[in-house]
């Protein structure tokens, strides 16, 4: 595979965290659990607020979004991980690679446009509460919503394409769990400028951007809890938005500890780190929003027990 020519790249190989028999093995058992409690604690977040009529209101609604974008991110990413760390060959075409990157770019960015969204919903919820119920119409959730969707798959296509106009040779061997659009580009044997400038640009649009619309809402969210008199009040009205800056913490966080830094400097420890992102957050998630969340627990309660659970209560 070393001896291909740069145009004739056929397959990248996914090393993943390590090439040592013994601790693929252990990953293995590590993340296959992981990935199991992803996917049933988003889908049981999902069919809560469905079936649950209570639930249908903007914050959930863009929940039960979220959820399904982290369903979808740990799917694209997670099984063929899983099969790698079981399997001799690492192989993955150069056509699955793309594919996958396009996913992996589109959906981090909903994700995050999504969290934005979120952030607007309780910004109306706390400091406008009169207002909320023509503010957040449903009519203006699905706009944003599509909006995000639209933005999102944009900036995915774009690198994508880019990426299709880069040259590959030499190794390549991908020291990540998936195709990472920064591992990539340090492989390319041709001139990558025009990614790294149009990453910068667009990602000062999509992530930049939104986070600053969130911190902005954050001011004024505490702002008009710090004026609420009664410390009742305060914990109560604080408590309505925790979640969500908990979600926004931990996504912001483990995303800064892998793209934060030159691209030259990148290293086995970004890997690890992108395990937290790519797998950790998207498994936290359920539990942050089920945590002390009552409409959650009758919602899931329900769920399970349907009218069982209604006579409980």
């Not at 944003?144 to 106009?165: D, K």
């Not at 990602?203 to 505490?222: E, K, N």
Request: net charge positive.
């Amino acid at each position: 595979m070393d001896g291909d020519n740069q145009t004739g790249t056929s397959e990248f190989l996914l090393v993943g965290l390590s090439e040592n028999p013994e601790q693929q093995r252990i990953l293995f058992w590590m993340f296959l659990p992981m990935y199991l409690v992803t996917v049933v604690g988003n889908v049981l977040i999902i069919l809560a607020i469905g079936s649950d009529s209570r639930l249908h209101t903007p914050m959930y609604f863009f929940l039960a979004n979220l959820s399904f974008t982290d369903l979808f991110f740990v799917t694209n990413t997670i099984p063929k991980m899983l099969v790698n760390l079981q399997s001799q060959s690492k192989a993955i075409s150069y056509e699955g690679c793309l594919t996958q990157l396009y996913f992996l770019v589109s959906l981090v960015a909903l994700d995050n446009l999504i969290l934005a969204v979120m952030a607007y919903d309780r910004y109306v919820a706390i400091c406008r509460p009169l207002h909320y119920t023509t503010a957040m119409s449903p009519g203006l959730c699905i706009l944003l919503l599509a909006l995000c969707w639209v933005f999102s798959v944009l900036y995915g296509l774009i690198h994508t394409l880019l990426m299709t106009r880069v040259t590959f040779c030499g190794s390549r061997k991908i020291y990540y769990i998936f195709c990472e659009m920064y591992v990539l580009l340090r492989l390319a044997c041709s001139n990558t400028q025009v990614n790294h400038t149009v990453l910068i640009v667009t990602g000062c649009f999509i992530f930049l951007t939104p986070f600053g619309f969130m911190i902005m809402s954050y001011v004024r969210i505490v702002r008009a809890i710090l004026r609420i008199p009664s410390v009742t009040g305060k914990y109560k009205t604080f408590s309505t938005c925790a979640s969500h800056l908990a979600v926004v913490t931990l996504f912001y966080g483990t995303l800064g500890m892998v793209y934060l830094q030159p691209l030259h400097t990148y290293s086995m420890k970004d890997s690890v780190a992108t395990v937290m992102y790519a797998v950790v957050t998207p498994m936290m998630n359920p539990f942050i929003y089920s945590l002390r969340n009552k409409d959650m627990h009758g919602a899931l309660g329900k769920l399970f027990l349907g009218k069982a659970f209604q006579r409980l209560t």
